[in-house]
DNA sequence: GACATCACG
DNA sequence: GACGTACGTGATGTCC
């Protein structure tokens, strides 16, 4: 299609900044080897560009493209406001000498290449939309910056390349709460800390919206701004009016740019193969030189290896993904010969598939290898023929697999070897599997706590969502082989054909990870992280986890049983109350019962329009009303019931009698560890009824339970980094430190100090570690919000170090993105920029996270060193509680026991952190966990 | 699958 | 000075 831009055509704008800085943070720092310039950036944007010309076929192909980049630092909006993007980060240093090369790189694909000097892309690309549409044309913007989305409609799309998402007028809206025409109102409101567009104070983009929806647009609104109700927030519309119009102007694009340049001038052109070819091996790009190479029907240039290959360097360009090239190795020639690739490069990344989650009752099925992107194979072992069906005889194995005692005794040596390393995405499964058959994996790399230990709060660490931030890819998905509900089939029984894609293409994806995130470890300054806090935690938990703990089931049973009863009669008594039968464990039907029918005071709904039932709604309700009282303790047995008494016996493995709960290394961002399957972390203890579940948890025959837990770790923590002596020397003495709080605050001797005054310093106490608000403190100990407020502002002046430590964590959070712990653990605080309720909400977590992140990483260095103090013990370590380590150990064993881990656990935090607070260890021992506690 | 509720540190 | 508020988790049951 040619001629006169119009009808019929589509245009697209891609946002070039937005495209080099993905290309930059997504990629490792590669440089170019003839010379070492840094050329990352520009990798990760002639990939994204091949890409993106690439997925251009079909109708919809664009008809005319280009690329907009920002050009010079100054615009008119600095001139509107000096503090326009005044917050923005300088340029890091490596990627200043890439930015014209994108511009050529542009060029050399042969898209247009548009810049204008004082002028913003977004201005351009408004420009060209807004021309676009008015031609009769289309137009998609190749983008997910909210500041173009005042564009769309009529016309006009946008597409976020990133997660391939089309956003239209519904996708603004669910973005803003207003259509695009009021974009710019809504922004002028909320402000936007990233470009440092001021607003109005305290309006975030929701009360924004509101606001526009009530009165049409910013204009009416603010003559308007008289009527509004909430006292605060009309002030603020008036006092900041001009603020307000000002930072209307500055997300305002410019339509009319001047530009030298036509729509027709967009029209697509193929590229010229010398000059796209020429300028990637200039680049030394040899991988995609060979993707464009092959596409354009054309010999791939000659790259001169100027510098030998370091074995683990990540490669600059990646190779494209292709299940269909993963081998299916199914004899002893083929893996050996995966065997010598392997010793040839010194490692490989490791995949296993089994019949289940549950690595201790899982069977392995088969093991995926692989060597270098692209490379990776699947040895089936043990899959079924026809899928398992039994028409065709269910236990005959499928064709095409070896010996599965050949198959491990060839990779045995491998898997133990100590010059091999062994990569995978998660090991502690892959290291459960092998160790159930009497292999030792090591040693091993593991991507996912590379994660961890980079991006710990930026999001989770699956292999599915780092295949997809990292590698630009989406796994195969497991679902549509497995199938789910009770249709779904174990891993044994799908077909090999796919079964090679799927397994194979995990390893792969974990090599390609692993060359990604190693050296960016050291970029990213956590490698001590990782060596010492996370890797080494693996074979411990694994071996914790494979130990499990005893569980009586009989206790259980009779416990279920005992609660069944006791439920049955309070639901009588609770029917008795009511008039009738209902539900008692739907809060939507007690709520109604409760506010409408019985027609008590007080109920408050929540956003779904439901009453809220909750123990602390109920508790007040009490002390009026029988119902709730019966029903708070309906609840606490239906709780214990189902998810103790109950659920815990589905968990007792059959052969080992014991259960296995599993631990998740990178699940929190703090830098504990979370407990699933069954979690338990959180078996009941706080009331007599339910601590009793504890009894359940019992020694062997001739050992004895051993309990060690820190005693006021976090508040010891407290004390050390934000520097009180006053609390310091109270750990130091000895004292209660919550009613050493309390005399302080409350002028009470110690002598006279009442139950009364303790529980609240204690309180306030725990509020300090979790970022303490009046309101949180006022609801907790259900005293007026004025007089929490004022045992606050008493704390922070008996113990100004608290309010120094609180702010100058928040401003080092606001500057880098993260807090860190003692250890160096860092814990990234995405939201802390945040305008309105998430800012609070982000701020209290950074200032817990250094806290809580450091008593983890205390806890975590002792579990790392107690199996070789306990090596010539008869104990095993069970459980890990967060303060607590459970031990089982021979009878007469115990006060050995006790002395090795409590020495460990008190010093744990030698010699890299010195600690001004001594950690000190209570403990306990007993024939269940009850007693031990 | 979202939400409410409640178990733990 | 106000948006809604204590920090971090996981499991269960209801209800759409």
């Known amino acids: 299609m040619s001629g006169t831009f119009g009808k019929g055509h589509h245009l697209h704008l891609i946002d070039g900044s937005a495209f080099i800085f993905r290309a930059y943070h997504a990629l490792p720092p590669l440089t170019r080897k003839s010379d070492g310039l840094p050329i990352g950036a520009v990798a990760g944007f002639c990939n994204m560009l091949h890409r993106y010309v690439e997925g251009n076929t079909g109708p919809d192909a664009p008809t005319h493209a280009a690329v907009i980049f920002d ?130 104070p305290g309006i975030g983009i929701k009360t924004a919206a509101l606001l526009i929806n009530e009165y049409g647009n910013l204009e009416a609104l603010l003559a308007r701004a008289e009527e509004i109700k909430q006292p605060k927030r009309r002030q603020t519309l008036i006092d900041h009016a001009e603020q307000i119009r000002l930072s209307r102007r500055l997300v305002l694009l410019d339509e009319n740019t001047p530009l030298d340049f036509t729509l027709d001038d967009l029209e697509v052109r193929d590229p010229d193969a010398d000059t796209l070819l020429g300028f990637l091996a200039e680049m030394e790009f040899r991988t995609l030189s060979k993707r464009v190479a092959e596409v354009l029907g054309r010999e791939a240039p000659v790259i001169a290896e100027t510098s030998p290959a370091l074995p683990d360097a990540p490669q600059a360009d990646d190779v494209p993904f ?38 201790m009752t899982a069977e392995l099925v088969g093991i995926s290898l692989s060597t270098e992107p692209g490379k990776a194979c699947y040895i089936p072992l043990i899959h079924k023929a026809h899928g398992g069906d039994d028409l065709f005889g269910s236990d005959d194995l499928a064709e095409g697999q070896m010996p599965v005692e050949q198959a491990l005794q060839m990779l045995t040596p491998m898997l133990e070897d100590q010059s091999i390393l062994k990569i995978g995405q998660n090991m502690k499964y892959d290291a459960k599997i092998f160790a159930q058959i009497g292999i030792t994996v090591a040693p091993f790399d593991d991507t996912m706590l590379m994660s961890y230990a980079q ?34 089939i174990t891993f044994d029984k799908v077909p090999l054909e796919e079964a090679v894609k799927y397994a194979a293409e995990d390893a792969d994806i974990t090599l390609r990870l692993w060359q990604f995130l190693k050296p960016q470890l050291h970029r990213a300054e956590v490698t001590k992280v990782y060596e010492t806090l996370e890797r080494p935690l693996v074979p411990v938990l694994a071996a914790m986890e494979r130990s499990g703990i005893k569980v009586d089931r009989d206790t259980l049973s009779r416990m279920s049983n005992a609660f069944a009863q006791k439920m049955a009669g309070l639901e009588d008594e609770i029917y008795e109350i009511v008039g009738r039968k209902f539900n008692v464990g739907s809060p939507a039907q007690l709520g109604e019962i409760l506010f409408d029918e019985m027609g008590i005071e007080g109920g408050k709904k929540g956003k779904n329009g439901k009453y809220s039932t909750g123990v602390d709604v109920l508790e007040d309700l009490a002390t009026e009303h029988d119902l709730p009282a019966r029903v708070l303790d309906w609840r606490q047995l239906s709780k214990l019931k189902s998810t103790y008494t109950d659920a815990l016996q589905t968990h007792i493995n059959a052969d080992t009698g014991r259960v296995h709960t599993s631990y998740s290394i990178a699940g929190a961002s703090t830098g504990r560890l979370a407990s699933t399957d069954p979690n338990l972390q959180n078996i009941p203890i706080r009331t007599e009824e339910g601590r009793r579940i504890r009894e359940a948890f019992v020694a062997e025959e001739g050992k004895t339970l051993v309990a060690l837990d820190y005693s006021q770790i976090e508040l010891r923590i407290l004390a050390h980094i934000a520097d009180i002596p006053a609390l310091k020397e109270a750990f130091a003495r000895g004292d209660d430190i919550h009613a050493m709080t309390a005399s302080e605050m409350f002028d009470v001797p110690m002598e006279e100090m009442t139950p009364e005054v303790r529980r609240r310093a204690k309180a306030i106490n725990f509020g300090v570690i979790y970022g303490i608000s009046g309101f949180g403190l006022a609801r907790n100990l259900r005293i007026p919000r004025s007089e929490a407020q004022g045992f606050i502002d008493r704390y922070f002046e008996r113990f100004p170090g608290i309010r120094t430590y609180m702010d100058d964590t928040k401003a080092f959070a606001k500057e880098h993105g993260y807090v860190q712990t003692l250890f160096g653990r860092k814990i990234h605080t995405p939201n802390i920029g945040a305008k309105g309720p998430h800012a609070g909400f982000a701020a209290r977590a950074a200032i817990n996270a250094p806290i809580q992140g450091t008593a983890a990483d205390v806890i975590r260095r002792a579990m790392i060193r107690m199996p070789d103090a306990i090596a010539d013990l008869p104990a095993t370590m069970l459980l890990q509680v967060h303060d607590e380590l459970l031990f089982e150990v021979e009878k007469g064993a115990e006060d050995t026991l006790i002395a090795a881990a409590r020495e460990v656990m008190e010093n744990a935090n030698d010699p890299v952190v010195k600690l001004d607070v001594k950690l000190t260890v209570d403990a306990g021992t007993g024939a269940n966990w009850a007693e031990a506690h």
């Open 322 to 359: 292709d299940a269909e090239k993963y081998e299916h190795v199914a004899d002893a020639d083929a893996l050996q010969k995966w065997i010598d690739a392997i010793y040839e490069v010194g490692y490989v990344a490791v995949d296993t598939e089994t019949t289940g989650l549950n690595e």
């Open 71 to 200: 050009k010079g630092s100054h615009t008119f909006r600095n001139d509107m406001y000096g503090l326009y993007k005044a917050n923005r980060e300088a340029m890091p240093e490596d990627l200043r000498p890439q930015m014209p090369l994108t511009r050529t790189a542009t060029e050399a694909f042969n898209i247009a290449c548009k810049e204008k000097e004082g002028f913003e892309a977004d201005d351009i690309i408004a420009t060209l939309a807004v021309q676009a549409r008015a031609a009769g044309g289309r137009c998609t913007i190749i983008s997910s910056d909210k500041d173009l989305m005042q564009l769309v409609g009529d016309g006009v799309e946008m597409l976020d390349a990133m997660k391939n998402k089309t956003i239209d007028r519904d996708g603004v809206f669910e973005k803003f709460g207003v259509f695009p025409e009021s974009v710019v109102d809504v922004q002028a409101l909320a402000g936007d800390s990233v470009d440092n567009v001021p607003g109005a």
């Open 455 to 488: 991006h710990a709060g930026l999001h989770n660490h699956g292999m599915d969502t780092l295949s997809e931030r990292y590698l630009s890819h989406t796994p195969i998905p497991i679902k549509p082989l497995l199938g789910s509900g009770k249709s779904a």
